[in-house]
């Protein structure tokens, strides 16, 4: 048995409650260096419950659709930003919290120039770039101690283009 996973188009209102879009929609909040760069402040609340915050660079398998999706992750110690290194898209997916349990999963599909910020302890896909290279730039926590909890579902989703 499957269960189909419609890709949404990542906006910031439905991405809400799993964590921030980054990207440069609208006006940069501040105009720096003598007037020749943006800045859109402040983007992503990092959150990271032990530990300190690190930069880390991930190469991810391109994937293809329909995606099965059997398992999703999340980390109780530390948010995770992923911004991609690359124009091109990927996919987000993610799930509400159910009890300690994830609830069913939820696919967004990035725009060229926007990444994520997942919330700390947020269930969430591994990454899943649709195009090589794949490259990431990670900030998370660094740290000591467990901070990984996987959940492997009864039945796969599939998530469909």
């Known amino acids: ?3 189909d ?3 949404e188009p990542l906006r910031a209102e439905e991405f809400g409650p799993f964590g921030e879009v980054l990207d440069t929609d609208g006006d940069p909040d501040r105009i720096i260096n003598q007037g020749l760069c943006g800045r859109w402040h ?3 609340a990092l959150d990271f419950g032990t530990g300190r915050a690190g930069i880390s660079l991930f190469r991810a398998e391109p994937r293809g659709l ?4 059997e398992m999703v992750e999340r980390h109780p110690e530390g948010s995770q930003a992923f911004l991609p290194m ?4 990927f996919l987000v997916i993610v799930a509400p919290d159910a009890g300690g349990v994830p609830g069913a999963p939820r696919a967004f599909r990035a725009a060229p120039g926007q990444g994520v910020n997942y919330r700390r302890g947020t ?3 591994v990454l899943t770039p649709l195009h090589a290279p794949g ?3 990670v900030v998370d926590r ?3 101690g467990a901070n990984l909890q996987e959940h492997w579902f009864d039945a796969p989703w599939t998530i469909r283009g």
């Not at 329909?66 to 999706?69: K, V, Y």
């Not at 690359?86 to 898209?89: C, I, K």
């Open 1 to 3: 048995m499957t269960r």
């Open 5 to 7: 996973i419609p890709i």
């Open 42 to 44: 402040d983007r992503a």
């Open 66 to 69: 329909p995606l099965r999706l």
């Open 86 to 89: 690359t124009e091109h898209p």
């Open 123 to 125: 269930w969430h896909g």
């Open 135 to 137: 490259l990431f730039a």
């Open 142 to 144: 660094i740290g000591a």
